[in-house]
């Protein structure tokens, strides 16, 4: 693992297919740690992880189960999803302990609802640190600037363009993202030239 931000630890799958790295976040709380998307941890990484300690696991959307059993086996950590996915990543062997909606504070984090991708897809604001954090909303490629996926996995791409726009009523300065390379430092700069690059309807 690796430190982002000071005291959050990231480690990342890389994916031949889409040719950018996977990523999974564990952040500190007092209130016990909340890990993010995980995806498939090396040993190494699995003991530092049980080490450590997780309390929950917060899945951002239905694709994003990735190892959230496995870490959820091994640490006691509850998983979380958001009830619009849930039934999906159920289907998927996804084991899910509660669910969390828009608006909901969970440890620093605010849940936001980025619908569009799928109908669960949630970003986590963490107004504390100006970060916003990512599923598949918008992705990190190529590095140094934001993308979207491929519209052809959307369920209603023309939403989710419009939920991308609304973030940026946010206040955020750093975005870390699920997929690709997170922009630490004038995100929303980032974020405003990948939205002016819609044609909104």
Avoid at 54 to 65: D, E, P
Avoid at 176 to 191: C, E, F, M, P, T
């Amino acid at each position: 693992m690796e430190k982002i931000l000071g005291d959050v630890f990231t480690w990342s799958w890389f994916s031949e297919p889409h040719g950018y790295n996977f990523n999974s976040l564990l952040i500190p709380d007092p209130r016990g740690n909340i890990c993010i998307d995980p995806v498939e941890p090396s040993d190494e990484v699995l003991s530092e992880l049980v080490r450590i300690g997780v309390s929950r696991i917060l899945i951002t959307n239905r694709n994003h189960v990735r190892a959230a059993n496995r870490i959820r086996e091994r640490t006691g950590a509850r998983s979380y999803i958001h009830p619009d996915d849930a039934a999906y990543a159920k289907g998927q062997g996804s084991m899910l302990d509660g669910e969390f909606r828009e608006g909901e504070t969970i440890g620093a984090l605010e849940v936001i609802g980025v619908s569009g991708k799928s109908p669960g897809e949630v970003a986590l604001l963490w107004p504390d640190r100006r970060t916003l954090i990512v599923g598949d909303a918008v992705i990190g490629n190529p590095p140094g600037r934001l993308g979207m996926l491929r519209e052809r996995v959307m369920d209603d791409p023309a939403r989710l363009r419009r939920s991308v726009q609304q973030l940026l009523a946010l206040d955020f300065d750093t975005i870390l993202v699920g997929d690709g390379v997170s922009v630490i430092g004038n995100a929303k700069q980032r974020l405003k030239e990948l939205v002016d690059s819609f044609k909104l309807t």
